[in-house]
Structures are given as C-alpha cells and as structure tokens.
C-alpha cells in the first residue's frame, strides 16, 4: 500500500478584517470527485498500479495486465466485492455523473491552494466530460473481509494511491475517508490496511486519522511454485 | 488466527514381514470429511470461534452472536465472499451428503491412529446423518482477496481453527491445503494469513506448508469511535 503523506491544514487565507466577504475563490481551486470505477476506467487503473509499483520499488512482482484487471474487477456489485473509488480533479466545476450508480453518491470537495498544481502527465489521465478535462489523481481499492469475532464484515484496503504530484495535499486522506464513511454506512466494524513498518511518515498519518497499528501480527503468503504444489494434494 | 501444530507423520504401523496382507484398519481409524458449512452449522460455527477466543485470550473482543453470524454469513455463492469449510469426524465411514454443493466436492481422508482420540466435548459438537454420530473437529472462514500486482484475486484465511482434542494430527494442514488446493482451482494467485510473531510452533508449521512470513508489513485498523468518527466525515 503507498503512503499518501500527511496532508497540510487547508490553505484558506485569512480575511482582511473590514474587507467585504469573498464571493469567488481565491487562489488556484482545485475541484474533486470521488467515484467509483467503472470498467472503462480500467486502463488507468492499470496506469496508477503500475506507478505504485514503480514507487514501492516492486516492478518485478508486477504482473496484472489491463486484460487480467477486467477479466476479475466489475463481476460483483459496488462493495460486494473488489471495490474501486477514483479521485477526479479539475479545475472547473466537475460536470455530473450521465450515469451515477445507485450504490454511492460521488464525493466532492473543493481545495483552494496557493499555487497552481503542475500535472507533467495530465494527458495519460485525462477523461473529457463533454470539453471539459479532468484528470484521475489515484485511486483506493478495497473489498469486504470478516471478523468473526465481531460476527461482521469490515473492508480491507489493498490499495491507496495518490500521483505523485497531488501528494501532500490532502487527496490520500480524501480517498481513504471515503472508504472508512461508507463502512460505517454499511455498519462494518472495521477498516484494515498495511503499511510497511519502516515508514514512519505513513504510519504517523494513519495513526492521526484514528487507525492503529498491530505490531505482532505478521503476513503469512502461499503464492507461486508453493502454491501450485497444492493442486493435486491429497489434502 | 488460531495455530494448528505440525502434524506427525501417519502412523501405519509396519507389517510383519510373513504376515498375509492387512485387509481392515489396524489401530483406531479416523475418518474425516471437509465439507461447505450451512446455515443450519452457526450454532457449532459460533462455538467454535468463541473457543479460539478463549484459546487466543481474546475473549474480551468477543461479541459475535449466532444471529450475527447468520445475518452475515451465507449471503454468497461458496468461494465469492465469506466461506466456511468444515471438518468432520467419525469413527465410521461418512454417509454421503444428501445435498451436496455443486461447487465443491467434499474431501474425504482416513487417519489411523495407535490410541483412540478422546473428546471430551463430543455431545456439544455432534451431527447424526441418520443414526451415525459425526463430530465438527474444527473449521478455516476464508474470502477472496485482490492481488492488484498480480491483477487476480486470491483468499485470505482469517481462521483456522482445531479443537483441542484433535489438535497435532494433521487436520490443521488438512483444511488449509483445502483453502489452497481450491485457489489453485480457481486459477487464483495467492493464500495469506497472519500469525502472531512469537507463535514460533506456528510459524514453523506454515514454512513447512510453503508459507513466506512477510517480516515488514504491520497492520492497520481503525475501528470503534475512531471509525464511526468519519460517519459524516466531509472528507
């Protein structure tokens, strides 16, 4: 899972004492939306897993394919199943959904920040609403696990990506909120995630939303030669 | 996740060198059954994780009920969400399941052992198909997880559990290979699960069965007030 740093407090500058009340943003707005992904989505979903890699240094375990993400994402409902919220920016107004789900409401919330956010890549992650650019920024993938000792589901979060150039700002926390509202629509008991325990700056933000950190569970993994041996396994 | 001991190896007793061959089980057979758990099973479901509470000392994070369970569970096809594997126990041979799923063929496998197992609980665990007794030994509560590196999914085993009577007999390894044997079926890429890192018994059981531990990974969780907290989160 990559870290989306802390993110600073909001940038609202302060009003003069007498001046009349602001009627138009000020500084560069930044409009966003969080949605959920649709398969025609997948080819930048493929992008941004492969930045996360590229960022985690773990390319040589990258193997999904745009054809293997639509082959097993989309087969279930919203929530169900593997889940996926894509944060849209732009700098205007962000046109509705032609076509919402039923299951989630976008999100959407406005920064304003002091200086325009440079996007060397908007074009690979641009979709046009009718003439109007917006860029996805990153994504957070999820699906239900289950506590039995609970008795119910949470999600867990295997993924929470933020392009590298709309990190910091607060987009991270966005997206992993998002998650955490809707399980407590759901009446979930839990949101669950990694994070490597060397990084401490990631730690420190999870920890500052409420999250806590279990430091004697480890991951165990059966994958690969070790996995296949168990096809023909007299159990 | 409760740790099942390493097995011992099967205990065939060697036959005397002029002896005719052994037509019937020498010792105490033990047969056994992995099947798909049902809704009728919470009630043995139930006792079952409330024992691997008191096992783990966990109890104090205890709350799911019956009526939990039933509300959650069973809600999916085998295999796409939640999903219970059972084991069974008789000193019989299994009588056929009256309605057995289309997804997934029981699996059967005699143990023989030198001194009878002893179970002190047997009445509170006992299914008669018919007449003949049949004992719920313990059970593994897997779902699908995402593997957006390897763009497919995999299970992630949150239980494993054996009751303590019928532990270091191979059922541990049995049900997990279970779990495993039907991800390769699948054509799925991965099994994981946590351990406790001091559980050195269990970690080296896993190793055996072809598990890697990740050292570096920690988990996150935000649960209670502090997820209900984004309830209406303007994230």
Redesign the interface.
Known sequence: MAAAAPPPPPSAAPEPSMAPPETTPIGHPVFTR?RLATPSDVPFIHKL?HQ??VFER?TH?????ES??SS?LFL?PPF???TIFLLELSSSPIPPLLSPSPSFTP?E?TFNFDIPLNDPESDAFSIYYGNQQVIIGGFV?F????????????F?V??LFVRECYRRKGFG??LL??V??Q???MGY??????????NVNA?TF?EQ???????????????GD??????N???
Not at 61 to 65: C, H, K
Not at 143 to 154: A, D, I
Not at 209 to 219: D, K, S
Request: with cysteine.
């Open positions: 969080i897993i996360m890699a773990l375990l990258f193997s999904a394919t293997s993400l097993n279930s169900h199943s593997f999100i919330k993938l699906f239900p696990n289950y506590s039995t000792f609970l008795g119910k589901p949470g867990y295997e993924d926390k966005m909120s998002a955490a509202k399980a407590v629509k008991g839990r949101v669950e995630w990694v994070v490597l325990d060397w730690i999870y939303m409420g999250a806590t950190v279990l430091p004697e569970w480890r991951i165990c993994r059966l994958t070790a996995l296949q041996a168990y096809q396994a007299n159990v």
